[in-house]
C-alpha cells in the first residue's frame, strides 16, 4: 500500500478532510513508535509506506530510553495531538480510522506483533 493509498483509505473511513486525514496519519505512526522496541520499529517500517515508515523512524529516534511499558491512553491522544495540532478530543475518533487503516496495510502477524509490544492502554486500542 502506498502512502496516498493509505490516505485515501483513512478518508474513505470517515475523516473527510484531507489534510486532517494526512496529520492524524503520521502523528498516529510516529506516536505509536514511541512505545515500540526498536527492532520491532524496524520491522514494521519494512511493511509502511516509504512517507509513513519515516514517521515510524522519527517517532522511535524521539525516545528518551527504554520503549515505556505503561502509558495511559489519553497520554497516547495527547502525544497524536500535540503532533497533529489538534486537540486530544478532537483526534480520538481519527486515530481509531487511522488505527484500523493500518491494521489493512501491515501483515496480520505484523500487528499481531506490534500490539503485543505496545503498552497495555494503547494495546486495547488497536484491539478495538
Known amino acids: ?60 529516534q524521539q525516545q528518551t530510553g527504554e520503549a515505556d511499558s505503561k502509558v495511559e491512553l489519553e497520554d497516547f491522544y495527547t502525544e497524536v495531538a500535540t503532533r497533529a495540532d489538534m486537540s486530544a478530543d478532537d483526534v480520538r475518533e481519527p486515530v481509531r480510522v487511522v488505527i484500523n487503516t493500518f491494521k489493512k496495510a501491515v501483515t496480520t502477524g505484523e500487528f499481531v506483533d506490534v500490539t503485543f509490544e505496545l503498552p497495555a492502554d494503547i494495546n486495547t486500542l488497536l484491539a478495538s
Open 1 to 60: 500500500m502506498q502512502t496516498e493509498e493509505f490516505i485515501n483509505r483513512v478518508e474513505q473511513a470517515g475523516i473527510s478532510d484531507r489534510t486532517v486525514a494526512t496529520n492524524v496519519s503520521f502523528a498516529t505512526i510516529e506516536a505509536l513508535c514511541l512505545h515500540l522496541p526498536q527492532e520491532e520499529i524496524r520491522q514494521m517500517t519494512s511493511q509502511l509506506p516509504s512517507e509513513l515508515s519515516q514517521a515510524a523512524l522519527k517517532g522511535g
